[in-house]
C-alpha cells in the first residue's frame, strides 16, 4: 500500500521489522540466557567473543538482553496503545456524536488529564498502584487516552454533520452502529499516523519508567532499566549504556518514520 | 480590426498515474477588442483549463504541449516571467469563480484592491485610495469608503463576488476572464450581477470570456457563444442563432435540458387524492452568535396525495429548516404538522413509528456528502431495505437490484465506491436509498442543484417517474423558479422564512402575483432576443437576527408601501383560482403588475 511508494516509511518499518523478527527468534538464537550471570566477564565488559555486545554490570549478556527485552516493550507498548485507543475511540465518538453535556463532561474530564505533565502522571500512578506490567498498560491508558479522544471527537464532530448520517439516522439506525460503522472508518486515515507516533512515545514512557525503576520488576530485562543500571559504569565503559539507549532510540525512530510517511503519502 | 486574443491550436495535458490525460486537444479562438465571447460545458469538459492556460497558470501536472496563445501581438506561451506578470492581473484579469477563496482574509478589502494599481500603474497610496474606492462604487457595493475597512468574512457572498470583479476591473484590463461569475450566488443577487457586468464592459469596452455551465448565463453576458463538449468547441455561433437553431445534437441536448419559464411539461393535471400533509402555524428558530434566528415563522403548506409540491426561495430563507423538521431530524417549537392525519410537528426520529419514519425519507443536497466514503453505495440501500422496507419474499439482492433498476442503474455499480461514482449517479443511489422502505413523500431538498443541466434534467425526469409509478408525494425544494414552475404541481415561495405566495404552479406566472415572486420571475436569465425584465431587487436579504417587523421582504420591495409594510405583517390575500398570497397591496391592484 502506501508504505510501498514512501522511501521514509520503508526506512521506518524496516527498522521496527528488525526487532520484531529479532524479538520472535529470541528463544532460538545461540545467545546465553539474558539472567545468567557470567563473572569471569567482570573484568572485561567490553565486546568479546562470547559476548558481542558486552555485559552489564551483573555480568550478563548484553545482546541476550536486548533481544529479550525487545520482547517486553514490542509487546507492551502495541497493547498498551492498543487499550488507550479502544477508550480514547469510544470517549471521542460519545463526545463528537452526542455533544452537548456528553461532551462538555468527556472533554472536561480529559482537560484535567491532559493537564498535567505526562512523565509526572505516570510516575504518581505506577509509584501508587505499584510496578508491572499490567499497571504500565493502566498508566499508558489513563494518559494517552484523552488525546486519542480529543482527535476522535474532531473527526467525528465534523462527520456527524454530514449528510450520510442523517441519511442514517433517516433509516432508524441506533447511535451505536452510526458511530461505529458509519463515522469510525472514515477517521482511519489521521488515525494511522496517530497509532506510529503514539507507539514511539510510548516506547521512550516505558524506557523512562524503567530508568525511574518504575519499569518492570528485577530480574526481566528491561531497555530503560538496562540504561539505568549501566549508569556507574558511564566514565569506565559508556557504550553500557549507549547501546541500549541506541535501541530505544531506533525503535522510536522506526515508528515515527513510519508516521512520516503514512502522513506525506496522498 | 486585429484580434486581441488569438489562440491557434491550443493543446493541454494534465499528468496522471497512468498516462497523460488529454484535456484540450487543439482548441482555437479568436477575440477583437471589446469582444465578448461565452463558453458553456459542463464540467470537466475544459473550459476552467482553457482560461487557467490564458493566465498560464495550469498549476502542477497541468502541461501546455502545442499550439499558441497571441495576447496583443506577443505569444504568451513563450513569455518569460517578467511579461507575463505585467499581463496577469494588469492586461487580464480573472474573476474567479468562489470569490471568497480569493480574498485574502487576513487583509482588508481597500489594501487588497489598492495593491493592483499600486503594483501595475505604479500609482501611490492616495491615489490608489480614491481609484479602489471608485472601483467599489462602480461595483454599486453599499457604502465603498466603509467597505474598504472591513474584511471578506463581513461581506455577503454577493458583496464579495462585487469585490471580486472591482478588483479585476482596477488595472483597466484590455481581456476580463470570468469563471462561473454567478454559480455560487441567489437567483436574485445573480441577476443583478449580471446586469452590472454587462452594464461595466458597456462603459469600459472590455473584452470578455466568460465560462459556465448555465447556458442562459453566457447568453445573457456574451454576444457570441462557444458550446463546449470533452475539451472540443461544437459549436460556436451568434447567441441568438444558437437558440434559434442549434446545429450540434449536444447544443440541442443542453436547450432542451433548460427549463424555460412558462415552458411546462404536459403535466398529470390535478392529481387525485386525499390531503396527506397539512402544515398549518409552524415556527422554528435557533440560537446563531448570540442572536435567534427565526428560521421558519406561521408556515403553511398542504400537500395531496401523489403531488409534487414544491418550495423555492433563495438561501436563508427557511426552505431546508423545513425539510429537517418535517423529516424529523430536527423538532419545530411551535405550529401542527398533520401527516396522514397525525401531527409529526413535536415528535423528532426517536419519537416517531418505525413506518411514520419510512413514510417521510430524504434526498440531501450535497452529492459529495450524501454518500459515506468508507462502504459500498450498497450498503445503505440494503440497511434502508432491512431497516425500514416491509417483510418481502424477495432476496435483499434482488431487491437491491430492483432499486438500482428503478433509479436507471447498473446492479453491479452497487459493489463500487462512492468516488468511483459521478454526481449524478450518487444522487441516483440516494434516491434508491430514500425509495427503499417505499415512502409516501419524498423531500427532495435542492437534490438537483448541484448538478450539470443535462444530468439535472434525467434526475428530475427520475423524480416525476417515481411520482407517477409509485404515487409518491415529492416535496421538490429549490431555489431555480423556472425548473419548479415546470413540473410542480403546486408551488410555496419563501422569503425570510414566511410564507410570500402559495398556489398551482400555473397560478405563479400571470399576476396577481406578490412582489417577490415577480422579482423571482424576472432574475431568471431570459433568452437572446426576448425582452429584459425590469424589475431588480435592491440590496441582499436583511440580518436573519434582526428581521423587519412588518413583512419580512418590505425592505426589498420595489412596492413598498411606507411604514404599513415596515410595521405590520401582511394579510393573506385569496385569489379567485385559489392562490394565497401574503401582501397589503390589494389584489386588483398586485394584477396590474
Known amino acids: 500500500m502506501r508504505v510501498g511508494r514512501s522511501g521514509v516509511a520503508f526506512v521506518g518499518l524496516a527498522l521496527i521489522l528488525l526487532w520484531v523478527v529479532l524479538a520472535l527468534a529470541a528463544p532460538w538464537l545461540p545467545l546465553p540466557s539474558p539472567t545468567a550471570q557470567d563473572y569471569a566477564a567482570f573484568a572485561h565488559p567490553g565486546p568479546s567473543a562470547q559476548h558481542w555486545l558486552g555485559v552489564d554490570p551483573l555480568g550478563r549478556d548484553t545482546l541476550a538482553r536486548l533481544v529479550w527485552g525487545a520482547r517486553v516493550v514490542l509487546l507492551l507498548a502495541p497493547l498498551s496503545v492498543l487499550a488507550a485507543y479502544a477508550v480514547g475511540c469510544t470517549l471521542g465518538l460519545l463526545a463528537g456524536y452526542y455533544g452537548g453535556w456528553t461532551d462538555a463532561l468527556i472533554s472536561r474530564a480529559s482537560d484535567v488529564i491532559l493537564s498535567f505533565p505526562v512523565v509526572v502522571l505516570y510516575v504518581i500512578l505506577i509509584a501508587n498502584i505499584g510496578p508491572s506490567a499490567f499497571n504500565i498498560v493502566i498508566a499508558v491508558v489513563l494518559a494517552a487516552a484523552p488525546g486519542v479522544g480529543r482527535i476522535v471527537r474532531g473527526l467525528a464532530r465534523r462527520l456527524a454533520a454530514q449528510d450520510f448520517i442523517a441519511a442514517a439516522r433517516l433509516r432508524r439506525e441506533s447511535g451505536l452502529y452510526i458511530m461505529v460503522v458509519e463515522i469510525l472508518p472514515n477517521c482511519r486515515g489521521p488515525l494511522l499516523t496517530d497509532v506510529c507516533i503514539r507507539l514511539g512515545y510510548t516506547t521512550i514512557m516505558i524506557g523512562t519508567l524503567g530508568f525511574l525503576g518504575l519499569g518492570l520488576p528485577p530480574p526481566s530485562p528491561d531497555w530503560g532499566g538496562m540504561v539505568q543500571q549501566a549508569g556507574p559504569m558511564l566514565t569506565v565503559y559508556p557504550a553500557m549504556a549507549l547501546i541500549p539507549a541506541g535501541a530505544i532510540i531506533s525503535l522510536v525512530l522506526g515508528f515515527n518514520l513510519l508516521a512520516d510517511g503514512l502522513s506525506e503519502a496522498p | ?593
Open chain 2, 1 to 593: 480590426m486585429t484580434a486581441l486574443l488569438a489562440i491557434r491550436d491550443l493543446r493541454v495535458e494534465y499528468a496522471s498515474a497512468r498516462r497523460p490525460v488529454l484535456a484540450l486537444p487543439g482548441f482555437s479562438l479568436d477575440l477583437a477588442p471589446g469582444e465578448s465571447f461565452g463558453l458553456v460545458g459542463e464540467s470537466g469538459c475544459g473550459k476552467s483549463t482553457l482560461l487557467l492556460a490564458i493566465l498560464r497558470h495550469l498549476g502542477p501536472g497541468g502541461r501546455i504541449t502545442g499550439g499558441a496563445i497571441v495576447f496583443e501581438g506577443q505569444d504568451l506561451l513563450t513569455a518569460d516571467a517578467a511579461a507575463l506578470r505585467r499581463v496577469r492581473g494588469g492586461r487580464i484579469a480573472l474573476v474567479p469563480q468562489e470569490p471568497a477563496s480569493a480574498l485574502n482574509p487576513s487583509m482588508t478589502i481597500g489594501r487588497q484592491l489598492m495593491e493592483v494599481p499600486m503594483q501595475h500603474q505604479r500609482v501611490g497610496r492616495a491615489e490608489a485610495r480614491e481609484r479602489a474606492e471608485q472601483a467599489l462604487a462602480d461595483v454599486r457595493l453599499p457604502d465603498p469608503r466603509g467597505a474598504m475597512a472591513r474584511f471578506a468574512h463581513q461581506l455577503s457572498g454577493g458583496q464579495q463576488q462585487r469585490v471580486a470583479i472591482a478588483m479585476a476591473l482596477l488595472a483597466r484590463p484590455a481581456l476580463l476572464l470570468l469563471d462561473e461569475p454567478t454559480s455560487g450566488l441567489d437567483v436574485t443577487v445573480a441577476a443583478a450581477v449580471l446586469d452590472l457586468l454587462t452594464a461595466l464592459s458597456e462603459t469600459y469596452r472590455t473584452a470578455m470570456i466568460a465560462i459556465s455551465h448555465d447556458l442562459a448565463v453566457v447568453a445573457r453576458l456574451c454576444a457570441r457563444i462557444g458550446v463546449m463538449q470533452a475539451g472540443e468547441m461544437v459549436e460556436e455561433a451568434l447567441a441568438a442563432t444558437l437558440f434559434a437553431a442549434p446545429r450540434h445534437v449536444y447544443t440541442q441536448a443542453l436547450l432542451a435540458a433548460m427549463p424555460r419559464l412558462g415552458g411546462a411539461a404536459p403535466r398529470t393535471e390535478a392529481p387525485p387524492g386525499e390531503t396527506l400533509l397539512d402544515v398549518a402555524g409552524l415556527s422554528k428558530s435557533y440560537t446563531v452568535g448570540g442572536g435567534r434566528v427565526r428560521a421558519l415563522e406561521d408556515f403553511a403548506l398542504r400537500a395531496r396525495r401523489g403531488a409534487m409540491v414544491a418550495i423555492v426561495g433563495e438561501s436563508g430563507c427557511g426552505k431546508s429548516s423545513f425539510a429537517r423538521v418535517l423529516a424529523g431530524l430536527q423538532a419545530a417549537d411551535t405550529g401542527a404538522m398533520r401527516f396522514a392525519g397525525r401531527d409529526l410537528a413535536g415528535r423528532t426520529l426517536a419519537a416517531r413509528s418505525p413506518r411514520e419514519v419510512a413514510a417521510i425519507q430524504m434526498v440531501f443536497q450535497n452529492p459529495e456528502t450524501t454518500l459515506n466514503p468508507a462502504h459500498t453505495v450498497g450498503q445503505p440501500i440494503l440497511r434502508a431495505l432491512r431497516k425500514l422496507a416491509a417483510p418481502a419474499p424477495l432476496p435483499l439482492a434482488a431487491r437491491l437490484a430492483a432499486l438500482l433498476e428503478m433509479v436507471r442503474l447498473p446492479a453491479a455499480i452497487g459493489r463500487a465506491l462512492p468516488r468511483q461514482l459521478s454526481g449524478g449517479q450518487k444522487q441516483r443511489i440516494a434516491i434508491a436509498r430514500a425509495c427503499a422502505g417505499a415512502p409516501d413523500l419524498l423531500i427532495a431538498d435542492e437534490a438537483v442543484s448541484a448538478l450539470d443541466a443535462s444530468v439535472q434534467a434525467t434526475v428530475v425526469d427520475l423524480l416525476r417517474h417515481i411520482q407517477r409509478a409509485r404515487g409518491t408525494t415529492i416535496l421538490f425544494i429549490s431555489h431555480d423558479l423556472a425548473l419548479v414552475q415546470a413540473i410542480a404541481d403546486e408551488v410555496v415561495v419563501m422569503y425570510g422564512g414566511r410564507v410570500m405566495q402559495s398556489g398551482p404552479a400555473a397560478r405563479l406566472l400571470a399576476p396577481p402575483q406578490h412582489p417577490y415572486t415577480a422579482a423571482l420571475l424576472a432574475a431568471v436569465p431570459p433568452p437572446p432576443g426576448a425582452p429584459r425584465a425590469a424589475i431588480r431587487l435592491r440590496g441582499e436579504p436583511s440580518d436573519p437576527r434582526h428581521p423587519p417587523a412588518g413583512c419580512r421582504f418590505a425592505p426589498r420591495c420595489p412596492r413598498h408601501l411606507g411604514k404599513l409594510c415596515d410595521d405590520t405583517p401582511p394579510p393573506v390575500q385569496v385569489t379567485a383560482d385559489g392562490g394565497r398570497i401574503a401582501c397589503h397591496i390589494p389584489l386588483p391592484e398586485l394584477a396590474l403588475g
